[in-house]
């Protein structure tokens, strides 16, 4: 059985930091493409951030580049995403996903349970 399971939301005021972790299971991660993607009250999936299947390669929302930063670990078969500087825009719930930055937002696509961060004062 695939699994994500997400871990490491939280309340933190704006300005604050927060780490995000995945564990993934029942596939082959190295595979695949890893995602972060989020999604507010009323709001559609965004795509966040990813990482390439040996992690090589990182990808960004311009509105987080700089602020985010992927990474994984394909022994332990975890991604994370460490966040800094966090705004009240970054409020969310945040998914792992598994694929790129179409798939991981489509309706059928592979996410944990997500997990609640919430940027406020």
């Known amino acids: 059985e695939v699994q994500l399971v997400e871990s490491g939301g939280g309340l933190v005021q704006p300005g604050g930091s927060l780490k995000l972790s995945c564990a993934a299971s029942?596939?082959?991660?190295?595979?695949?493409?890893m995602s972060w993607v989020r999604q507010s009250p009323g709001k559609e999936f965004e795509w966040v951030s990813g990482?390439?299947?040996?992690?090589?390669?990182?990808y960004y929302l311009p509105s987080v580049k700089g602020r985010f930063t992927v990474s994984r670990d394909n022994v332990k078969d975890t991604i994370t995403l460490q966040m800094n500087n966090l705004t009240t825009e970054d409020t969310g719930m945040y998914y792992c996903?598994?694929?790129?930055?179409?798939?991981?937002?489509?309706?059928?696509?592979?996410r944990g349970q997500g997990t609640q961060v919430t940027v406020s004062s």
């Open positions: 029942g596939f082959t991660f190295t595979n695949y493409f």
């Open positions: 996903a598994r694929g790129g930055s179409s798939e991981s937002i489509q309706a059928g696509a592979i």
């Open positions: 990482v390439t299947a040996f992690g090589r390669n990182t």
